[in-house]
């Protein structure tokens, strides 16, 4: 069995689907991984655990909720001045090489860290090294690439945000630079790295087909779902959902007793909308809840008539081939998909392509589309939309890990 090791932010039981299922989709490929990741308490994805060796490193140890802030921002800055995290995170892999043999690395990231970590057990190894790009830092519209919001410092706060973005930047480009080969989310993101390294490869998101697919299921409600965060209004902005809602319930052609709009988003998401939504008069329309375990998303985007990707034009200061994994997952369930406000970018062409739903710029738009497959589940029940499935199949996390397996397979001659 041949061994590849993974590097990664993130990983199951935790959020971390894109290494999850690689790893899930490697079994009976020959390649066996063994990872090391950051240790956090979420839970999300327990379902995707039991698929690789994995080694986590505890950066955080405080119980004590008042101390938690504290010991954040006290890593934070060890991060800034002395590389804390990937000097620790290098340590634990280098631990691991005597007793692995190890053909390859993977390097996996939402950002920076752990690149400087991967970079290094590469440099002392020889091993081939992969960088995978989930997001950059370029794509956001301010300082949402930052885990936590700062805390107010008199305006030294934002010399910090700065100061991280610039060694961020620094430490990630050098590392791009060393790589055998880069891995992708989009085409903007392809064309965004190539400068710095033209061997890149577009591997987008995906959802797995062994959770995703249709199924025919009749609700006494028309169900608008969203699932996921909402880290600024830049990034993910829904007044054209607002306004919309607004209209056709003014008009009577809906009212809170049929139509609900379900959040499934945390506490600041959900601050985040009730104050956007104010305006517009709809709060009766909506219903709250918590995020959920990963492995309850596919029923609750099956029981939906129709599925909320939320997003902003892509010019200026707009955000960036952001195609995320809950996108993935609605094309997989055919359910009519309304994109707001469309990126005119990447997802735009995806919805697009695929003949999955609309990618809205006008309020003018999203009245008829909700309007159409609320008639329709009024007759029926349900709502369904005619998808390209070649399309929706090319996206599955098979076909993903597929692509990666050959990357790996070119990069040890094989």
Known sequence: MRELLILCDQFPPAFGPRMGYLCKYLKGSGWRPVVVTEHLPDHMFTFLTGFAEVTEVRYYKTKRKWLKRLEWLLVFILEILCDYKNRKMAKAALRLVPSHSFELILCSTYRTFPLPAA?????????????DLRDIIEQYTGNEFIAHPLPKLFGLERLIARLFRAKNLHSRNKALRA???????????????KPYNPNVNLIYNG???????????????????????????????????????????????????TFRIRWYVDVASRQIIEQESKQYDIREYMDFFGYVPASEIPEILNQSSMLLILTNKAVGDGPKGIMTTKFFESLAVAKPILCVRGDEGCLEEAIQEARAGLSAHRTEEVVPFIRHFYEQWRKTGETRMPVDHEVVQSYSRKNQAEQFIRIFNELTHS
């Open 119 to 131: 970079q290094k057990v590469a440099s002392k190894t020889g091993l081939p090294l992969i960088i």
């Open 207 to 257: 959802y797995d087909p062994e959770l995703f697919f249709p199924e025919s299921i009749k609700t006494e409600q028309f169900l608008l779902t969203y699932t996921g965060r909402i880290l600024s209004t830049a990034m993910r902005n829904p007044e054209l959902l607002f306004e919309a809602v607004a209209q056709l319930s003014k008009e009577e052609t809906i009212s809170p007793l």
């Open 179 to 193: 790589a055998d080969r880069i891995t992708t989310v989009s085409p903007w993101h392809v064309e965004m790295l």
